[in-house]
């Protein structure tokens, strides 16, 4: 079983930024990728951005977000972040820590974290 922890949510400005961290434990970790998802209200949970946890660290980003947010690892301490900068209100959300074993970056997660709230005032 596979547990995952994220922290760093909270409130800031437009045009701000948030580091948020993943840190996952389990008796046998060795995933494909890990992601980051987000969730606004009265909307279906989208994808942001996943990494590759070792064959180099490949990552893929939304379009909303690419440029301005990245996605890294440190595989040492299980932990996966997502640095958020220059936010927008559209931002907001709950945000989502998932892992796959899988073969997509985009789809197909097993393991999902309780969530972290993100929230950006204008």
């Known amino acids: 079983q596979v547990q995952l922890v994220e922290s760093g949510g909270g409130l800031v400005q437009a045009g701000g930024s948030l580091r948020l961290s993943c840190a996952a434990s389990?008796?046998?970790?060795?995933?494909?990728?890990m992601g980051w998802f987000r969730q606004a209200p009265g909307k279906a949970r989208d994808f942001v951005a996943a990494i590759t946890w070792r064959s180099g660290g490949s990552t893929s980003y939304a379009d909303s977000v690419k440029d301005r947010f990245t996605i890294s690892t440190d595989v040492a301490k299980n932990t996966v972040y997502l640095q958020m900068n220059s936010l927008k209100p559209e931002d907001t959300a709950i945000y989502y820590c998932?892992?796959?074993?899988?073969?997509?970056?985009?789809?197909?997660?097993?393991?999902w974290g309780q969530g972290t709230q993100v929230t950006v005032s204008s």
């Open positions: 389990g008796r046998t970790f060795n995933p494909y990728a």
């Open positions: 998932a892992l796959t074993n899988g073969v997509s970056m985009r789809s197909g997660y097993s393991y």
